[in-house]
């Protein structure tokens, strides 16, 4: 079964980084794009970044420049690597795949603080 676990979040000053991680398994990690999502407190979740198989990269307009997403295929693991990070960053981060649409893991918690 599908399974996707976070983790790295934290508790972050604003100009921080942090590195988050997704460990993948159930499917066929390498054959997917991935993504980042984020459901920032009392908001709706919002997409953040995306990853194709191949390894092409998009990022939404509020974190280019400041995130990186990459994956390590023979890991089946997704990251984001977040580096100045500001206060409006708080939220739960999420990774889904596209060929597991709908499977969601717990998430996990950045807080950003001034």
């Known amino acids: 079964q599908v399974q996707l676990v976070e983790s790295g979040g934290g508790s972050v000053q604003a100009g921080g980084s942090l590195k988050l991680a997704c460990a993948a398994s159930g499917y066929s990690f390498s054959s997917c794009g991935m993504g980042w999502f984020r459901r920032p407190p009392g908001k709706e979740r919002e997409w953040v970044s995306g990853i194709t198989r191949d390894s092409k990269t998009n990022y939404a307009d509020s974190v280019k420049g400041r995130f990186t997403i990459f994956r390590d295929n023979a890991k089946n693991t997704l990251y984001l690597q977040m580096n100045s990070l500001r206060n409006e960053d708080t939220a739960v981060y999420y990774c889904?795949?596209?060929?597991?649409?709908?499977?969601w893991g717990q998430g996990t918690q950045v807080t950003v603080s001034s």
């Open positions: 889904a795949a596209t060929c597991a649409v709908g499977y």
